[in-house]
């Protein structure tokens, strides 16, 4: 009797972890499928390519965890104040640290809308310090130039979304 309660009381739970699993896979695929073709029609590198995916797959195991503690049953206002808490202390720490956060969007930005690749000859317009490489890498947070005098030059990604680039 007692196992029947038990087995009926967390059956709509279990059927819905199944379906919560399901949807996640079926995201990450279709994410997956997306990017690769983006890649292939941008003529974005593999390596590119993978961290996009993983960055997405990161998110959504996050959204995973949340829809699943929801689902069986924590309390709502206390799940609240802890994820606020949590993005409050990531914001401070972010905040502490906004370079790394914003060369870690602009890779991202760089991916879906950066109109160079590896391989190109570029000029990057700086009255200061300007550089003329070609693109040998770009990376989450930095993109890997070499000069014509061989010069291996690591240059943050959020300087090429807000400097003049020239293609050579």
């Known amino acids: 009797m007692f196992e029947n309660f038990v087995l009926s009381h967390y059956y709509g739970k279990i059927i819905g972890t199944l379906i919560l699993i399901i ?3 079926l995201i990450r695929f279709g994410i997956k499928k997306v990017v690769l073709k983006f890649s292939a ?3 974005k590198t593999d390596n590119r390519s993978k961290l996009i995916i993983k960055y997405f797959n990161s998110l959504l195991l996050i959204l995973f965890i949340i829809f ?3 689902l069986w049953g924590v309390d709502a206002d206390k799940l609240i104040t802890f994820v606020g808490g949590a993005v409050t202390f990531i914001g401070v720490a972010f905040f502490a640290q906004w370079s790394v956060l ?7 930005i760089m991916f879906f809308a950066f109109p ?3 391989g190109d000859r570029i000029r990057i317009q700086d009255k200061d310090f300007p550089i003329e490489a070609e ?3 770009i990376r989450a947070f930095h993109t890997i130039l070499i000069t014509a005098e061989g010069e291996r030059i690591s240059y943050p990604n959020n300087l090429f979304l807000q400097k003049s680039v020239v293609v050579l």
Do not use: C
């Open 41 to 43: 029609y941008s003529t």
């Open 68 to 70: 699943f503690i929801i």
């Open 23 to 25: 949807f996640m896979y």
């Open 135 to 137: 693109i040998d890498d």
């Open 116 to 118: 160079f690749k590896i």
């Open 102 to 108: 914003s060369n870690f969007t602009a890779g991202v």
